[in-house]
DNA sequence: TCTTGACCTTCCAGTGACTGTAAGCTTTAG
DNA sequence: CTAAAGCTTACAGTCACTGGAAGGTCAAGA
């Protein structure tokens, strides 16, 4: 299978694919006598893997983590835990900031359509609060 | 007054204010003749007004026309509205995504200490959904 | 006067996760 | 035979900073 190939079946652009391999996600891919990188199924599980991760906004070095993971069946997978609590706290944290972010914006969303910038209630309030 | 004064008044680290004079949020400071840049009160307003924006995770390319804005009073300020308005859309977008992000990582973080790898039912999960 | 330390300057690199672009080789279709 | 598509690498750009190195300036204390 070409990169292409695999692009369209894991549905990640080849572009990212080279990334992933660049920065270690992948391990460098076999090539054929033209030096093109030659794919297995196999490379759609893991891809398919890290994109479903990725969408979780798992950070590549915790899905590097993963990976390996799988390749001890008997470590403990403690750590694996903590990772989705983490992940937990940490988009509940962003939700809570984002709730107030929303408040303020709504309060400043005040239409000054057809009014002078001198006017203006937006500005005025960005300017002095 | 100093950058480091600066700094200090508009909270606002001096490494950013040098930063926000080199993309041209800031126009580049007076210099005093040993070089060092040379700021007025004014100065202070005008960081804290593009600090605000920031909070409000407003783009500097965005805090630029609206610092242009505030030059010329008498033209429409029609664009600021439009501006927020897209601001909250893209605020109230991440929300959703969050909300699905969270309710799918809270059903993955069922607690997996003490389990080898192979029984680790969150791997299980990303695996195969 | 000397020195020490704090502060200033510029420039370059790194962050995270890609994405864009350019130059050059290979393959495929007409 | 040629043109287009696809592959390769390498480097730059994104966003909004932040860190660090190398070197100039200044004020205070011995």
Not at 93 to 101: G, M, Y
Request: one cysteine or more; aromatic letters at 4%.
């Amino acid at each position: 299978m070409k990169i292409s190939e695999l692009a369209i079946a894991s549905n990640v652009p080849a572009k990212t694919i080279r990334y992933y391999e660049q920065v270690g996600l992948l391990k460098p891919a076999r090539r054929n006598d033209n030096g093109y990188r030659q794919y297995r199924i196999k490379d759609i599980d893991t891809l398919v893997f890290i994109r479903r991760c990725r969408e979780l906004n798992i950070a590549i070095g915790d899905i590097k983590q993963l990976l390996d993971a799988q390749q001890n069946p008997n470590a403990s997978c403690a750590f694996i835990d903590d990772m989705i609590a983490k992940q937990l706290n940490r988009i509940q944290q962003t939700q809570r900031e984002l709730a107030i972010l929303e408040k303020t914006l709504s309060a400043l969303a005040t239409s000054c359509a057809n009014h002078k910038i001198e006017d203006c209630s937006i500005l005025h309030h960005l300017k002095s609060n």
